[in-house]
């Protein structure tokens, strides 16, 4: 991505050709308004304990494209690996690592100048390690190391922790960049490979501090849920909404998901006539720039410019899939025509575009050349010309989110294709991805791959809740109990009630032996975990997500916008859900029509009780033996205080549900204090094993076996 960091790069090599001592390595500008904030102080090493199950074989890094003809020499590039660590303490070097993905249109040009140029190339031969990182397959590496990219550029002590720079000021900067062209390149990694040979005192002593500050701030407190974190999160929103061109923040444009879906809820919530603006003011300015394809469908990446213009040629599956749930969300909230028809291209785009012919979807589509010719060619010209290739690499939790839009779509539109796909994306999932006890692997490509990351299990863990709520299958809702158990058992923060990024292994050192305890991956587990509690009767869940949630509200004027997802939790975790006791008295159809009708209820949570896909041990509710006796599709509307009638279409399900006002809050008392140790899992609901109606889940079917591969990969590579 290029930004004002270029400048600062170029500034910076001349000033360092005349200090080889000394680096500054591009300082990096205030990030957009969206843009996530630095992770906090985590763990010291050795804090997350590794699984009792064998660590898996090292996940292998794609090797460098082909340089383009005439290009020059090419770097060794390895892969992030313990092979690669003990290497580079063996000869003593940095780590120079190029974190990008083979779609990306700046890092193609970054192999085909930047790297390829002989003096770049003689450098790094001769006084770093190479190493080359897909940031898609490893997200947990680019939380640690990148630097606002892809692609990005970072700097690495052989134990593996960030090499720092101490500038003439007397600070430190972390060695790191965004694009650079050859030359800035050249004289960066000169002045760098010198300072470390110079100051090695130095730069040791500047890691123990690190390692010292985190061990100093493994506290984490806790703040009592209530009203304000979504006031405050809301008002962050209006103070970065765009008032001339609409978006959250004013460079780089992105298609902003999570501000939308956050607009929409608080319409859902309080009929919010500013937030309703904001998202369709958004939204629209999005479907009519040029981020929007309007030729082939989907939008782009990024927009460099504030009036969303300058797109970066790039599409990618989870950016498109937010985006198509987002306007779902849109659509049922606010009822507005052109949202609906917008809903239905853009999941129309995703089934035609990033669909894999064995199953699940295909991660990108890259701009074909760096200036992206096709993308700017007319209709006409592009039905002669090929459009650029997908990647076909399939991200476990790209394809969960996925699977959780088209569902999403479904609601809005009632279209069949929609549920479809998205049920036949989770049983490829469930078979292809799977790898027992320790979930789901991140990648599937020919075999599922590097296992061990919490945002697949979390991802996949709503997406399944998700299909339980369309289809009322009992399996999906067990796979997902199944699922917040490998959860618990894996991530969990030992010193707080959080859960960490990866599963960590004694083996690895340096900052990635150090756990990030997002708060979005959190967040959107709490929201898991407040879904289950209403699903199975099981107030254990909703405790578990409310002290979770408890340990970021401190955070909130921080994270801004980007705690959105955080926001939407905390508001359920003070609130009943309002509940669509379901019954489908062997009209399918007829029932998830009547669903549908529910969930597009002006209520910010609705639960679908599907009563024959119950866990045993659910709450009952009152007059459900009516209900049961009921011929064909029947549902009551159930609040706190509040049962509707038997309600038998989605006509009547609309009606009844227009007159209800959402659920009061019950603010959860008391002052901060410090985060409570990790207690004893709650109890699943009793006969868990079997619901009621259970179907086998798709791995235990005789039909669908699932696949003997290779061992997966997991986080254990460092």
């Not at 119950?614 to 033996?625: C, F, L, Q, S």
Request: with cysteine; glycine share 6%; charged share 25%.
């Amino acid at each position: 991505m290029l930004t004002s960091r270029t400048l600062s790069l170029s500034l910076a090599a001349a000033w360092l050709a005349a200090t080889p001592c000394l680096a500054v390595p591009g300082a990096e500008p205030a990030p957009p308004a969206q843009s996530r904030p630095a992770a906090e102080p985590a763990p010291p090493p050795g804090a997350q304990t590794a699984p009792a199950a064998a660590a898996p074989e090292e996940a292998e890094e794609p090797p460098a494209p082909a340089p383009m003809p005439g290009a020059g020499p090419v770097l060794p590039w390895r892969p992030w690996s313990f092979r690669t660590l003990e290497a580079a303490r063996d000869v003593d070097r940095p780590i120079l690592m190029f974190l990008t993905n083979p779609w990306n249109t700046m890092g193609a040009i970054m192999d085909a100048n930047t790297f390829s140029d002989p003096r770049v190339v003689g450098v790094a031969r001769e006084r770093f390690v190479p190493v080359r990182v897909d940031v898609d397959r490893r997200p947990d590496v680019e939380e640690r190391f990148g630097a606002g990219g892809p692609p990005s550029v970072a700097i690495l002590m052989p134990s593996g922790e960030s090499l720092y720079l101490k500038t003439p000021k007397g600070n430190y900067m972390r060695a790191a960049g965004t694009y650079m062209t050859a030359d800035e390149m050249y004289h960066f990694l000169l002045s760098v490979a010198d300072y470390y040979k110079n100051n090695r005192q130095l730069l040791d002593l500047r890691i123990a501090d690190i390692v010292d500050r985190f061990k100093k701030s493994e506290t984490v407190t806790s703040t009592p849920l209530d009203a304000s974190v979504l006031d405050r999160v809301a008002s962050a929103l209006r103070e970065q909404f765009d008032r001339a061109h609409a978006g959250f923040g004013l460079t780089p444009k992105g298609s902003d998901a999570q501000a939308l879906t956050l607009c929409w809820y608080l319409v859902r919530l309080r009929a919010d006539a500013e937030a309703r603006d904001m998202g369709l003011r958004t939204a629209r300015a999005i479907w009519d720039s040029p981020l929007h394809d309007t030729i082939d469908g989907g939008v782009f990446r990024i927009a460099l410019e504030r009036d969303w213009s300058a797109p970066r040629y790039e599409k990618s599956l989870d950016v498109n899939a937010r985006l198509l749930e987002a306007l779902a969300e849109g659509a049922m909230a606010t009822g507005e025509g052109w949202l609906v028809e917008a809903v239905r291209e853009q999941a129309d785009f995703i089934l035609n575009t990033f669909s894999h012919p064995q199953g699940g979807f295909m991660r990108a589509q890259g701009p074909g050349d760096a200036q992206g010719s096709y993308f700017r060619m007319s209709r006409r010209e592009r039905r002669k010309s090929q459009p650029p290739p997908i990647e076909p690499t399939r991200i476990v939790s790209w394809n969960a989110h996925t699977a959780s839009a088209l569902l999403r779509a479904y609601q809005a539109l009632g279209d069949e294709r929609y549920r479809e796909r998205a049920v036949q994306t989770l049983d490829f999932l469930i078979n292809q991805c799977q790898q027992g006890s320790r979930g789901m692997a991140h990648f599937f490509d020919g075999s599922a791959l590097m296992g061990g990351l919490l945002v697949d299990q979390v991802a996949m863990a709503r997406a399944l809740l998700d299909a339980h709520q369309v289809t009322g299958k009992a399996r999906y809702l067990m796979t997902a109990l199944e699922q917040v158990s490998v959860i618990r058992s894996f991530f969990r923060d030992p010193l707080s009630p959080r859960y960490v990024d990866r599963i960590n292994d004694p083996r690895t050192s340096g900052a990635m032996s150090r756990p990030d305890r997002d708060l979005v991956d959190n967040s959107e587990l709490a929201l898991v975990l407040l879904d289950l509690s209403a699903l199975t009767g099981s107030s254990a869940y909703a405790e578990e997500a409310r002290q979770i949630l408890e340990t970021f509200v401190d955070k909130v004027q921080v994270y801004g916008v980007y705690a959105s997802p955080l926001a939407r939790a905390v508001d359920r975790g003070l609130r009943a859900p309002l509940r669509a006791a379901l019954w489908t008295g062997g009209k399918p159809e007829a029932a998830r029509a009547v669903a549908r009708a529910a969930v597009a209820l002006p209520q910010p949570w609705v639960i679908v009780d599907w009563l024959e896909g119950r866990v045993r041990g659910a709450t009952p509710v009152e007059g459900e033996d009516a209900l049961r006796a009921e011929t064909g599709a029947a549902a009551l509307l159930v609040g706190q205080e509040r049962r509707s009638e038997i309600l038998r279409t989605p006509q009547q399900v609309q009606a009844a549900g227009r007159t209800w006002a959402p659920p009061p809050m019950q603010p959860r008392g008391g002052a901060s204090r410090r985060a409570p140790a990790r207690t004893a899992e709650p109890s699943p609901p009793a006969g868990r094993s079997r619901p009621e109606g259970a179907e086998p889940s798709p791995q235990s079917q005789p039909a669908q076996p699932p696949p003997q591969s290779t061992p997966a990969p997991d986080p254990g590579s460092p």
